[in-house]
């Protein structure tokens, strides 16, 4: 069994601004179960330094890559057996947010060359590194360009892509904070117009691509969402593979969960009610368990399809619904979004930010959950609330169309409901069909409900894939 370093910029349950973190706080414990061994490393940054002032420090040590000359602390978590190493470096990260800096492309040039250096000085003696997203794209090109160390040269490189529109794109003034040769800019390898793409160093130089659904691995290969990469993804085609992403079935349980008012299964359903009601009452809504409430657990961006809901807000509303919305993003969609709560009192609700708690509490209480993506690599929130027993309404797109069966009146298959084009007209048929069936055909509704609460989103399955994966290399 092979051993693998998951190399990422963020991950629970340390930190966290997006899916990544849910991926490398689960995944990682997924194949420890099946018997991996696995290890995790992350920066350090103040807020981790601040809640776990007592960090086992394993050493220091000196990092140099091109103008960059610093002295790095290498620190230790274990976490459910998995052991997490974290780059402490207080020049670079200890600020109060993640990413949108300046000199991010220094940062992260810094975290790839750190990671390289910290591997001979640790216990865990990896023979995959596994990197992550932008932030870790240089990584396999560093490893197999820059050391001689013979040791280095046996390590095997995974890159997964888990959102294509992020490159990790700086101006060419960013080749001075690495130790490469100017030649792997003039031949293209790691140049993007003018500049250089982490991302693209990470697609050429890794043994194997993967991305979070056999969805998004096709979708990513044509112009229409290849953020003009597709052309370096086609000529890695056949090294490109599309894993769906799961969710930790231990930590979103509703047998088990203690943020929610009452816990329930798909064997005993009837305190999901209680859920709604209390959610219902906690938010000022209308407390009535006989009308259909739904949710939306977002980032408020044009990505998230959130035009086509101010679109047509007016049209839902016009329903016999309830609304909750959890989440942040572009100002003018949060503008408009804080208005709701005047125009329907007592209907709908806005948070604006994202708490944990109260997110489990939406996922519990709501009956229909609300992903209009434009495009969606793989999506976590489906994945939860299906758990929970409430019934995606997604576009078709990426890991949405993989995880989600749309429901089928003819032999009442299904776990949610779909529509094909990003097109507010085609999501508000839908919209008004999910309505009908709630309160016209409440056997096919119990009956979606159950199939959803059933359906296996854990990583089990695609754990043993990645596993075939690392096999093969």
């Known amino acids: 069994m092979k051993k693998v370093l998951f190399i990422a910029s963020e991950g629970l349950p340390f930190v966290k601004s997006g899916g990544l973190a849910d991926v490398v706080g689960s ?8 018997g991996s061994k696995v290890a995790v490393v992350l920066p350090m940054y103040k807020s981790i330094i601040e809640k776990y002032p007592d960090a086992k420090k394993i050493k220091d040590i000196q990092v140099q890559s091109g103008i960059i000359d ?15 190493y974290f780059i ?21 040039a810094f975290y790839c060359k750190a990671v390289l250096d910290m591997l001979p000085h640790i216990s865990f003696k990896p023979d995959i590194l596994h990197s992550n997203d932008w932030h870790t794209g240089m990584i396999p090109i560093m490893c197999k360009q820059e050391y001689t160390d013979k040791d280095y040269h046996k390590y095997k490189h995974v890159y997964t892509i888990h959102n294509l529109l992020f490159q990790g794109y700086f101006p060419k003034e960013i080749m001075r904070c690495f130790n490469l040769s100017d030649k792997y800019y003039k ?74 008012y009452k816990n329930f299964s798909s064997t005993k359903p ?30 408020l961006t044009w990505q998230k399809g959130m035009n086509l809901i101010l679109d047509k807000l007016g049209t839902i509303m016009n329903q016999d619904v309830q609304l909750v919305i959890l989440g942040t993003g572009e100002n003018y969609i949060e503008n408009e979004l804080k208005k709701i709560e005047h125009v329907y009192p007592h209907r709908a609700v806005f948070y604006c930010g994202y708490n944990e708690e109260l997110s489990h509490k939406v996922y ?24 929970y027993g409430t019934l995606p309404l997604v576009r078709e797109t990426g890991g949405l169309k993989d995880t989600v069966r749309p429901y089928n009146e003819f032999d009442g298959s299904g776990e949610g409901f779909s529509f094909r084009y990003f097109n507010s007209d085609e999501m508000i048929y839908i919209i008004a069909y999910a309505i009908n069936v709630y309160y016209y055909n409440k056997k096919a509704w119990r009956k979606l409900v ?3 609460m059933t359906k296996d989103v854990s990583w089990n399955v695609s754990a043993n894939k990645y596993q075939e994966l690392y096999e093969s290399l």
């Open 270 to 299: 009837n305190n999901k009610k209680e859920c709604k009601k209390s959610l219902q009452y906690q938010l000022g809504l209308r407390v009535a368990d006989d009308v259909l409430l739904i949710g939306i657990v977002s980032r």
């Open 187 to 260: 031949n293209g390898d790691i140049q993007f117009d003018d500049g250089v793409s982490f991302m693209k160093a990470g697609i050429l130089y890794a043994d194997k691509v993967t991305t979070v659904s056999q969805q998004y691995a096709k979708e990513i290969v044509t112009s229409e969402y290849g953020e003009r990469m597709e052309g370096v993804l086609a000529s890695r085609q056949a090294d490109l593979l599309g894993i769906v992403n799961g969710i930790d079935i231990e930590d979103w349980n509703p047998e088990t969960d203690p943020h929610i």
């Open 27 to 34: 995944l990682p414990k997924a194949l420890e179960a099946q």
């Open 364 to 387: 519990a209480g709501c009956d229909l959950l609300l992903m209009p993506s434009l495009f969606e690599p793989c999506g976590i929130s489906q994945l939860i609330a299906m758990r």
């Open 88 to 108: 402490r470096q207080d020049d670079y990260f200890y600020r109060d947010g993640l990413y949108g800096y300046p000199d991010d492309g220094e940062r992260f």
């Open 70 to 84: 610093k002295t790095t602390g290498i620190y230790e978590i274990d976490v459910d057996k998995v052991p997490f």
């Open 450 to 452: 159950k199939q959803a």
